[in-house]
């Protein structure tokens, strides 16, 4: 059997440690995409000499045409105009939804098959775009915002408690913004429930942490966003789906009655295997996470319809 391919498009900072991330964990053969000239030529032919040393004989190659993602397993789509300081990730809307009109098109005639995850922000409006203009199934394509806000608030969490990353369990819901919903009923440590080693006024203060951590690091940057943590979420979502892992994460899927909601994407714990989204976990809230969850779901929803507001004029 042949290796999977694994096409990445947009080939900055998150599309080149996508690249990387893939060949040494020996997932498939890459294709690194973009629409300026020399730039994924160059990090590919960078990755293809470092073979060698990682041990990998998966081949990798930059371009600037979609028709070389063609037949691709994997879809990550990381195009867009990343933040700066100040801004927030709905500001980047309008430019963002013309780029991922333009991919989702280059997905739909090369790639029709493939699984798609969506990294670009502001990430609920753009998964379901991306949804809407492929016209793929939902559980083909989904966002990738869940395992990072889920992975910062456990790094956060195990901190404060001194122990392992690895010890510590925790989830976020909703969408990738500043209303994100960190959801404390879920969160253990060694099993047990996070409030038996944090305080609450500590507790409330990480997730208030979690919330703006994005934008933490655009401040500390001055000149882009985070990248490293997001590549390494969007991997774990490839993986799941190439190997078949039926692997509970939490990521933006497009929600048909769950959770109360219709007709849009929002963060929420789903398995991914082979069927791609094969199910959404419904999970019981306490009043208060899901009061939250419904302002979350809200905002979704007006970004959504700022979108389409943009494209139509």
């Given at each position: 059997?042949?290796?999977?391919?694994?096409?990445?498009?947009?080939?900055?900072?998150?599309?080149?440690?996508?690249?990387?991330?893939?060949?040494?964990?020996?997932?498939?053969?890459?294709?690194?995409?973009?629409?300026?000239?020399?730039?994924?030529?160059?990090?590919?032919?960078?990755?293809?000499?470092?073979?060698?040393?990682?041990?990998?004989?998966?081949?990798?190659?930059?371009?600037?045409?979609?028709?070389?993602?063609?037949?691709?397993?994997?879809?990550?789509?990381?195009?867009?105009?990343?933040?700066?300081?100040?801004?927030?990730?709905?500001?980047?809307?309008?430019?963002?939804?013309?780029?991922?009109?333009?991919?989702?098109?280059?997905?739909?005639?090369?790639?029709?098959?493939?699984?798609?995850?969506?990294?670009?922000?502001?990430?609920?409006?753009?998964?379901?775009?991306?949804?809407?203009?492929?016209?793929?199934p939902k559980n083909r394509v989904v966002g990738m915002a869940?395992?990072?806000?889920?992975?910062?608030?456990?790094?956060?969490?195990?901190?404060?408690?001194?122990?392992?990353?690895?010890?510590?369990?925790?989830?976020?819901?909703?969408?990738?913004?500043?209303?994100?919903?960190?959801?404390?009923?879920?969160?253990?440590?060694?099993g047990a429930p996070v409030t038996n080693f944090i305080s609450?006024?500590?507790?409330?203060?990480?997730?208030?942490?979690?919330?703006?951590?994005?934008?933490?690091?655009?401040?500390?940057?001055?000149?882009?966003?985070?990248?490293?943590?997001?590549?390494?979420?969007?991997?774990?979502?490839?993986?799941?789906?190439?190997?078949?892992?039926?692997?509970?994460?939490?990521?933006?899927?497009?929600?048909?009655?769950?959770?109360?909601?219709?007709?849009?994407?929002?963060?929420?714990?789903?398995?991914?295997?082979?069927?791609?989204?094969?199910?959404?976990?419904?999970?019981?809230?306490?009043?208060?996470?899901?009061?939250?969850?419904?302002?979350?779901?809200?905002?979704?929803?007006?970004?959504?319809?700022?979108?389409?507001?943009?494209?139509?004029?």
């Open positions: 059997m042949g290796r999977k391919k694994i096409a990445l498009i947009g080939a900055g900072n998150i599309g080149g440690t996508l690249a990387h991330l893939a060949l040494i964990r020996g997932l498939g053969d890459v294709v690194l995409f973009d629409v300026v000239e020399g730039m994924p030529q160059g990090k590919a032919l960078d990755l293809l000499e470092g073979g060698p040393i990682d041990g990998t004989d998966a081949a990798i190659i930059g371009t600037n045409e979609y028709k070389d993602i063609a037949g691709a397993d994997v879809c990550i789509v990381t195009a867009g105009l990343p933040r700066k300081p100040g801004m927030s990730r709905d500001d980047l809307l309008a430019t963002n939804s013309k780029i991922m009109r333009s991919v989702s098109e280059g997905i739909k005639k090369y790639a029709p098959d493939a699984f798609v995850i969506v990294v670009a922000n502001p990430l609920d409006a753009m998964v379901t775009l991306c949804k809407r203009e492929t016209g793929l869940g395992v990072l806000d889920s992975s910062r608030y456990r790094a956060f969490l195990a901190a404060e408690a001194k122990v392992s990353v690895q010890s510590v369990q925790a989830l976020v819901f909703g969408g990738h913004g500043d209303d994100m919903v960190p959801v404390r009923s879920t969160c253990t440590i060694g609450e006024e500590r507790l409330a203060a990480i997730e208030e942490r979690t919330r703006k951590a994005g934008g933490e690091i655009v401040a500390l940057l001055k000149t882009g966003s985070a990248f490293y943590s997001p590549a390494t979420a969007a991997i774990q979502m490839a993986e799941a789906y190439l190997l078949d892992k039926k692997q509970v994460l939490p990521c933006a899927a497009y929600l048909e009655g769950e959770y109360g909601y219709s007709g849009f994407y929002l963060g929420v714990p789903a398995q991914i295997g082979a069927g791609g989204i094969e199910r959404i976990l419904e999970l019981k809230l306490t009043a208060d996470e899901k009061k939250a969850l419904d302002v979350s779901a809200e905002h979704v929803k007006e970004l959504v319809a700022a979108m389409d507001k943009v494209l139509a004029g």
